[in-house]
Structures are given as structure tokens and as C-alpha cells.
């Protein structure tokens, strides 16, 4: 039997103390539960929720944690804060091996638990979902392509939490100005960069991406290619995706943000017309451009896009009741009611339908993204959860960075040492 890597390091653990080990109850793989699905918490009952939301969507969480214990007095759910995505994700790789001391349920990427769940300790979520008692709305579902990203080969260990997608953000302003209309295909996108940097006397660049790797996948899948162990950059497709941003860049109408991290200051200071970026921080950009210019959105340029963020994950060293009070928050989430406020709020996308059409949604304050979501997630993928895919997909950031970044060099060069490097990226 193929062993992952987590099972190889709590073998070598318990190698180590074996003789400590005898009787210990809290081995990998042991578990409070008896299988059966519990419908109703009669006895007081604790979760414990590990999260990385800070600000106001911490704020809204814990909201939306108090009005749920309100409803059920009988589930107590302990918040606990592990400040950032990197600090999280450390912290359950390195309590994975003592599953006694994991949480009932966690935020967390798919990729982050691919180990976890070869190592059966995670809880599938599929019987839960589909129970006549506590089962989740047929009539009001939550979107398919946000389900299956939270999938692990094909099983539903996950239910879509924070979630988000690209959108085209644009200074209206600056497009009016020059006669550009809204680019609406990636030809269209780099014709009006150029028409921008070149009519504003190379002054305002025309377009940029906030993640690098995002482009990368998303450009693959719209060439009907999977992001897999089997991608070869060097491929014809491959570079094709990775020259029109190099060429823009070297060009003088794209940019990458570079030190700013982020699209959205280069964006405010007017330094950029246009970028394309995560729905999320439209906060940030309309804070931003208060006062200087009107900026707006529109559905990123290509048909397929990529959804994002994170789901809740729940690990099977929970006991029956605390597995359905842990189902019933995470049922609780995903309601309407709590989505319409939680999208409104935080910026993230509402994970049903019904939610991104209604009135609520589509009439709120202070955000334009409303009136384009259903467009933009018409076709939504997730990045394949398999093994070592978020290292590798990680390391495309890398290789694009490095590209771009000395775009004055040999290119395909470049492209072609890169192959290597992504290739020990998945067979680490």
C-alpha cells in the first residue's frame, strides 16, 4: 500500500515512542464516531472552528456565530483566529499528526488537505447534505462548480465558505477619455492597452493582473487544458498565454504590480487604466478612488473563470453530536439569508444562485459587482486538488514573475529552463 507523506511521519513518530504509544485512543484514524448520523443535539455540544478572517469579515463572522448559537443553545462554536492564510495552513499541517489536538472543522484550500484526506481524517460531507432530517435545500442548492472545488478525489469533504472570482476592474474615466470601450475578449483587452498607453503619451499603462498564477491556469483552461503534473510549459499553448502578457509587458502597455503587491494602487494613483483581479477587493478600490475618479467592473475577459477562497473542512476525530453540530453551522453558512449578508458585507460571492440573482443582492450599496456575478461565474473551474498541486501551482507564480520580469532577455529561454523547476514543484 502507497503510503503520503503525513502517514510516513506519523509512522516514523510512533517508531519513535512506541512503547508511550500502546493504548494511546488518539492514533490517526481513530474516531468518536459510531457512523451514524445524529439529527438533533440534545446534549450541550462545543465546536471549535479554525479561521483566517480578520477586520470586518472577522466581525461578521463572529455575528454570524452569535446568531446561530442563539438558535441552537445547545451548540457552543469557539471561533479561534490564526491570524493569516500561510499561518493557518502551518498550523494544521503541523497538528495533522496529532488529529487529538485538530479542530472540529477548519478554513482551508482543497490542496491543503490532500494528505489528509488519503489519510482518512476527513469527514465526507455527502450523507450530511443528502439526509432527510438535516439535509441541505434541493430547491435552493449551492452553485455545482463552488461544490465540486471543494471536492478531494471526487468525495465532498468541503462546503464553499469565502469564496471569490476575477473581475475586470476599469477607471471609466480614463476609457471614456480615450474612446476605449469595455474590453469584452483578451485581443480586445491588450488592442485598448495599447490605444491607452499610446494615446496618454505612454503616461498610463493600459492593464495589469494581480495574480500571476491565476492568469496562468485560467489562460490553460480556456485552451481546454487542465493544470496538471503533465503541463509542459514549453508547450505551444503554454507559451502562447505567457508571451501575450510578456509581450505587453515588454511593450509598455501590461504591467505586473511588482512591489505593490497588488493591482489596485497602481490602479488608484491612475497609473493603470485597468486590472484584472480578485472580486474581494473591491473594497479596497473603491476606497481608494473615492474622489479621483469613477471606476467600474466587468466580467473577465475570457469565458471560463476560475473560482476561488476557501471552504470549511471537517476532520473525523469529532464525536456523532459534535459532527451534526458541526454540519449544522456549516448548513448555517450556507443559508440565504446568512450569504446575502456575508456577500454584502466581506465582498466575497454569495455560493448560491438564488442569492447572487435576488433583489438584495443585486440592489446593494457600495459595491458594482452585483450586476455582473452571474455573468462572470457562467463557467467557473478549480484548480485540480491532487498531489502537490498547490506547491506547483504556487511555483507558477515564480516562473511568471521571473518571465516578466526581465522580459528584455530570451523569453522562450527562459520558458524552457522553467520546466525543471516546475516539474520538481510536483514531484517534490
Not at 72 to 94: A, C, F, G, R
Not at 385 to 407: G, H, K, P, Q
Amino acid at each position: 500500500m502507497k503510503l503520503t507523506k503525513l502517514s510516513t511521519a506519523v509512522l516514523a513518530a510512533a517508531a519513535i515512542f512506541v512503547l508511550g504509544a500502546c493504548g494511546n485512543s488518539n492514533d490517526k484514524g481513530t474516531t468518536k464516531d459510531d457512523g451514524k448520523i445524529v439529527t438533533e443535539v440534545k446534549d450541550d455540544t462545543t465546536i471549535t472552528f479554525w479561521h483566517a478572517m480578520n477586520g470586518a469579515q472577522e466581525e461578521e463572522l463572529t455575528k454570524i456565530a452569535d446568531n446561530f448559537m442563539k438558535d441552537n443553545p445547545k451548540i457552543k462554536v469557539e471561533l479561534q483566529n490564526q491570524s493569516s492564510y500561510p499561518d493557518l495552513q502551518t498550523k494544521i499541517n503541523s497538528t495533522l499528526p496529532s488529529p487529538k489536538d485538530l479542530p472540529t472543522i477548519t478554513q482551508a484550500y482543497p490542496g491543503w488537505l490532500w494528505s489528509a484526506a488519503q489519510d482518512d481524517m476527513l469527514v465526507d460531507l455527502q450523507p450530511y447534505m443528502d439526509d432527510k432530517t438535516i439535509g441541505m435545500d434541493k430547491e435552493d442548492p449551492i452553485k455545482p462548480a463552488l461544490l465540486e472545488g471543494a471536492q478531494i478525489d471526487g468525495v465532498q469533504y468541503g462546503v464553499p465558505f469565502n469564496k471569490s472570482t476575477e473581475m475586470l476592474f476599469y477607471n471609466k474615466d480614463i476609457l471614456d477619455e480615450y474612446g476605449v470601450d469595455v474590453p469584452t475578449t483578451m485581443d480586445e483587452l491588450a488592442e485598448a492597452s495599447k490605444t491607452i498607453y499610446e494615446k496618454s503619451d505612454k503616461k498610463v499603462i493600459g492593464t495589469g493582473f494581480d495574480s500571476l498564477n491565476n492568469y496562468y491556469v485560467i489562460g490553460l483552461k480556456n485552451k481546454g487544458e487542465e493544470f496538471t503534473k503533465e503541463t509542459k510549459i514549453t508547450s505551444d499553448d503554454s507559451k502562447e498565454i505567457i508571451n501575450y502578457y510578456a509581450d505587453g509587458v515588454k511593450d509598455g502597455y501590461f504591467r505586473i504590480a511588482g512591489s505593490d503587491k497588488y493591482m489596485s494602487g497602481p490602479f488608484a494613483n491612475e497609473q493603470v487604466a485597468m486590472f484584472i483581479g480578485s472580486i474581494a477587493g473591491e473594497s479596497y478600490v473603491a476606497k481608494d478612488t473615492e474622489g479621483k475618479f469613477v471606476y467600474d467592473v466587468a466580467p473577465r475577459p475570457e469565458k471560463i473563470n476560475i473560482q476561488q477562497g476557501t471552504d470549511v473542512y471537517m476532520f473525523n476525530n469529532a464525536s456523532s453530536e459534535e459532527r451534526t453540530a458541526a454540519y449544522l453551522f456549516m448548513k448555517y453558512l450556507a443559508s440565504p439569508d446568512v450569504q446575502l449578508d456575508w456577500a454584502i458585507t466581506t465582498g466575497y460571492m454569495p455560493i448560491l444562485d438564488s442569492v447572487i440573482e435576488s433583489d438584495g443582492y443585486q440592489k446593494a450599496e457600495n459595491t458594482k459587482i452585483p450586476a455582473h456575478l452571474a455573468t462572470t461565474t457562467e463557467e467557473l473551474f478549480a484548480v485540480p486538488v491532487v498531489e502537490n498541486s498547490d506547491s506547483a501551482y504556487n511555483e507558477v507564480r515564480s516562473i511568471m514573475e521571473n518571465v516578466l520580469s526581465n522580459t528584455n532577455k530570451d523569453t522562450d529561454k527562459i520558458i524552457e529552463d522553467s520546466q525543471a523547476q516546475l516539474d520538481d514543484a510536483w514531484n517534490q
